[in-house]
């Protein structure tokens, strides 16, 4: 036996409601919807300046993307050396937030170091 989408609703409010539900032998719910595909990949880049202490860029790395100091060190030489380095992959709203996290702490502190978020 198979029930309609209405059918469905009005069991799921009734049960929200507390009304009491007979219970129904054989009742089968076919989802005809696909699968939701996973969520696209951001990845944050941090860029490279010449006035922001290479201390501080690994204070950042380890504090908002949970590096550790080796990690932060090389991702740190990684944006000296080429000019930009990416840090991490996160779903966009994570990614956008980081990155806007990170350059706020940055203006806070007075340093010019800048994020962004590209897609991965």
Request: with cysteine; net charge negative.
């Amino acid at each position: 036996m198979r029930t309609g989408i209405a059918a469905q609703t009005r069991l799921v409010w009734k049960i929200r409601a507390g009304q009491e539900v007979q219970p129904r032998e054989h009742v089968h719910v076919h989802s005809q919807e696909e699968p939701t595909p996973p969520p696209s990949m951001y990845q944050v880049v941090i860029l490279n300046d010449d006035y922001t202490p290479m201390d501080f860029v690994i204070l950042v790395l380890e504090s908002f993307f949970s590096l550790g100091r080796d990690a932060a060190t090389r991702i740190m030489l990684e944006v000296h050396t080429q000019g930009k380095a990416g840090v991490g992959r996160y779903t966009r709203d994570v990614a956008e937030t980081k990155a806007i996290q990170v350059v706020e702490f940055s203006q806070r502190h007075e340093h010019p170091l800048m994020c962004r978020v590209e897609l991965a």
